[in-house]
């Protein structure tokens, strides 16, 4: 069965630091999905990995994708306030109904 | 385009007390999941429709929580009567294709929650 593990849990940096999100997983996932969470708010997609060494990046983030090592990270380069959210990484089951398996969550801070 | 949206925002209620949630998703949807997130832990997911069909409720806590989908559009979840361990965001999403093929970076569409207090 798959299960997720992302850290940290919280984060808090200063703005203009860079930081990683870590998301590993145990078993096979079909893909790997980055959200991000504003409180009160919808998840808002933010990434689809779907192969071994996948990078995408959209302004200030980066998310990659190790499937040999389970291993997927969410790169924070030169962070703002804007950033400020909860974001979630998740995988899904490749038997049975496609659901998705999410991580804890990190709940990041950006301080000004 | 509307997204996925869900009603209430939030409900506290008492113990023993029934809570009905709504979802409406994405229209042409025709998948609509529900996940729960207790506070401090991961997005869990509880059941998957087809339409109106339930294909997967492997996630449902108990027999207390019912999940209907009328005609294949909106969906309701109901919590009778509601425990104190009930209490978390409860999350609706929907997508267009059941499986996406290697190539689809479709995802599902989630709507912001219903917070759930149960006292």
């Known amino acids: 069965e798959l299960k997720v593990e992302q850290n940290p849990l919280f984060l808090s940096m200063q703005e203009g630091k860079n930081y990683t999100i870590y998301c590993n997983y145990s078993?096979?996932?079909?893909?790997l999905y980055w959200y991000r969470q504003d409180p009160g708010k919808s998840l808002e997609s933010l990434f689809v990995?779907?192969?071994?060494?996948a990078v995408k990046q959209e302004g200030r983030l980066m998310a990659s994708l190790d499937t040999k090592a389970r291993l997927s990270t969410l790169h924070i380069t030169a962070a703002v306030h804007d950033l400020s959210a909860t974001y979630f990484c998740?995988?899904?089951?490749?038997?049975?109904?496609?659901?998705?398996?999410f991580g804890t969550g990190t709940r990041l801070k950006v301080l000004a | 385009e509307a997204g996925v949206t869900q009603f209430p925002s939030h409900s506290v209620i008492e113990k023993g007390q029934t809570v009905t949630l709504r979802c409406d998703p994405i229209?042409?949807?025709?998948?609509l999941y529900w996940y729960r997130r207790v506070m401090g832990k991961e997005i869990k997911f509880l059941l998957h429709?087809?339409?109106?069909?339930?294909?997967?409720e492997s996630g449902m806590p108990n027999n207390r929580f019912l999940a209907e989908r009328t005609g294949g559009t909106y969906s309701t979840l109901k919590v009778q009567p509601a425990e104190l361990e009930d209490s978390g965001v409860y999350f609706c999403?929907?997508?267009?294709?059941?499986?996406?093929?290697?190539?689809?970076?479709?995802?599902?569409?989630f709507g912001p929650g219903t917070r759930l207090t149960v006292l």
């Open positions: 999403a929907s997508s267009q294709v059941l499986i996406p093929t290697s190539a689809s970076t479709d995802t599902q569409y």
């Open positions: 990995l779907l192969s071994n060494g």
């Open positions: 078993t096979t996932s079909d893909r």
């Open positions: 998740a995988g899904t089951t490749t038997s049975g109904t496609y659901k998705y398996i």
């Open positions: 429709f087809v339409k109106e069909s339930k294909q997967d």
């Open positions: 229209s042409g949807h025709d998948n």
